[in-house]
């Protein structure tokens, strides 16, 4: 079997990869090595960044029907007796034009709109529960069931999540960070009018309810590591109460979860490899960076991966400079966004991560400036959403500690956009040419 393009791994990144080639003309070929639907929770939250690549896909739309909207965030910080203590919102209003908005959406319906897309092209050719088992001379290696077999190509790109066998053929190591928590994770119903994000959390219990469509919602609940054994034997309620003590919304509804078999564990970790591209390889997603769950970032660091890593290889292919050097524009673009997106991710995760009441009213402090000040805010906005990349300086921290007053002046939406990426800074190799 022969490819232009091989894919090892058909999850977002993979896919959302082998639909910017496919549309293209790129003859690809992606091995899955699941049959089936995967069980497992895994990211819904779409962040804007992702829904402006899906919208230049021709899936915006589609998308937008088979989601919830998020417009806010509310961040509740509760009292010892659960009483709301301070209230903060994080706004995507604040972000200038049409992608000012996070959607919910199951990931598995995700992964069925952008492979029944993908499937709409002759030249795709998708190999369902085929396991990719390494590499050849320019082959990569199958198997499907007990039948082994090889597929030429000119290109490889390994999306096979954490356990990317690409990564290893090319020997990039990664060095995994653990946190002093996990997680319980489970989708259930919701009221129909529950429709924005949720972060509830007290000084040493923390909930985060994400409202998807079909009014069900996702929500994550930060537990010690090691508890998730002795939860499970404990009656169904205790579950229950977790829940509705914190967020009394969800009485009458987290109650229609009968058994712990749906509640799983969720287990953050944090990497960054050390580079992405070897040669004719290259690595996206999770094959290369993993972040904690907090920001609600993964998956959508897959797509903008996948959207970088596809346009450069299609400008590849129609120029016909099929250089494998030219595949560094790649990393030179996502290597600095996506450690940035980490380093968001983690820090977010520290607020949490330390059962203490003087970590809770830092936070709370931290959280009310952020609101309020608005340059911050956009800032704090603009860094999650993917459009942009704002770091955050001295002054801001000062602001943020209290050391400095809160700025009311808002910008823009000029200034705002300025700090938009920009097609050449997405794209570069098209002004900088290809070798
Ligand atoms: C349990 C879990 C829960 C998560 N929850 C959240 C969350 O709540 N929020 C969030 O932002 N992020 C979450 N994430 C992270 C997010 O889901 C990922 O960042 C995102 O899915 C990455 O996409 P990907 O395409 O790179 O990898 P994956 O989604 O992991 O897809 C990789 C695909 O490759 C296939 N594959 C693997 N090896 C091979 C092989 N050798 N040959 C062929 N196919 C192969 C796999 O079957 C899989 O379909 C979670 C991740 C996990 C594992």
Known sequence: MKADVFIGGGGIG????????????????????????????????????????????????KIRSHSNEINVLDMLELSSSLQVKDRAFMDYSVLPG???????????????VILNTACEFENFHYLIGTVCKGYGENTALLQKGTEKFEVEAKFFFGAEGRSSVTRKAIEIEVKQ????HHFLTVTFPRAEDFTDGKIISTYNRFLGLFPLPDNQVRSVYLIPPG????????????????????????????????DWKKIQLMIPVMYHANSYVKSNKAIIGDACHAVHPMAGEGMNMAIQDADILGELTADMFEQDKKDSTN???????????????????????LAYSFPFKPVSYLRQRTFDRLEEDRILHFKQMLNVSGLGMWKENVHDRFIQGGIMPVRMKDLTKDTKKLKYYTSDEDYPWKTEGLK
């Not at 049409?98 to 069925?112: D, F, I, Q, R």
């Not at 960070?177 to 002093?180: A, D, E, H, R, V």
């Not at 560094?328 to 991710?345: G, P």
Request: proline residues 3%.
């Open 14 to 61: 993979g896919l959302t990869l082998a639909l910017k080639l496919v549309r293209r003309g790129i003859v690809v070929v992606l091995a899955e090595r699941m049959a089936m639907k995967a069980p497992t929770y895994k990211g819904e939250l779409l962040q804007p960044k992702s829904m402006q690549i899906f919208d230049k896909l021709g899936l915006y739309e």
């Open 98 to 112: 049409k992608y000012n908005a996070a959607y919910m959406m199951h990931h598995e319906e995700l992964k069925s």
């Open 177 to 180: 960070t653990t946190y002093n």
């Open 227 to 258: 508890d998730y054994k002795q939860l499970k034997e404990k009656p169904i309620s205790h579950f229950h109460k977790l829940y509705t003590d914190l967020a009394p919304a969800v009485d009458g509804y987290v109650q229609q979860l009968t």
């Open 327 to 349: 595949l560094t524009w790649y990393e030179r673009v996502r290597y600095k966004r996506a450690d940035h997106v980490i380093q968001l991710s983690h820090l977010a995760a």
